[in-house]
């Protein structure tokens, strides 16, 4: 074989290879807006289950959403809570499930999801907990974050389910 013809071969190789790295990497993907293949890598890490996060923060006002998440480099467990009129994050220790900070949530993007999360959690029957455990028995995963919704009138709440590197959206109902 050719020099000229081996480069051109191991050019095409390593193109090939960069294209398969890059689709590995999308199907890691974007997680919540957030760097997906970051939180996959952290997970092990998380001994908190997500249904232990949310009962941790019941103390703090009724959950109504969860998520493992990256928040400027560093790996974290939040947890939204409403309590009457007012929201709350808190971020739970994702090794020992203790609660590590409590902040009020009172502008900006944050307020705005947290009362969308906390109407939808108006009409819902069950807990979040009980979509957690739904989810995760069916797609035989661990579940990094659950958000509620209203859809056709009716109270449901998105599970993203890790497995294997991938995720997963489940939708559960919470009536």
Do not use: W
């Not at 999308?26 to 939180?39: F, L, N």
């Not at 997500?50 to 467990?77: H, N, R, T, V």
């Not at 502008?107 to 979040?128: F, I, T, V, W």
């Amino acid at each position: 074989m050719s020099n000229k013809f081996s480069r051109a071969l191991l050019g095409a190789g390593l193109a090939t290879i960069a294209s398969f790295c890059m689709a590995a990497l999308a199907t890691a993907g974007e997680y919540e807006g957030q760097d997906g293949a970051a939180v996959a890598k952290m997970m092990p890490d998380a001994k908190v289950k997500l249904q232990q996060a949310l009962a941790a923060a019941a103390g703090k006002g009724k959950p109504i959403s969860a998520k493992y998440e990256m928040d400027e480099g560093k790996f974290q467990l939040s947890v939204y809570t409403a309590k009457g009129d007012a929201f709350s994050e808190v971020l739970v220790d994702y090794k020992t499930g203790k609660i590590a900070k409590s902040e009020k949530i009172d502008s900006g993007e944050d307020l705005a999801h947290a009362k969308e999360q906390a109407d939808a959690m108006r009409s819902a029957k069950k807990p979040l907990k009980d979509a957690v455990d739904k989810a995760e028995h069916e797609a035989g995963g661990r579940a990094v974050s659950v958000m509620p919704t209203v859809s056709d009138g009716h109270a449901k709440a998105v599970v993203t389910v890790l497995k294997d590197g991938q995720y997963k959206e489940m939708t559960e109902s919470l009536e």
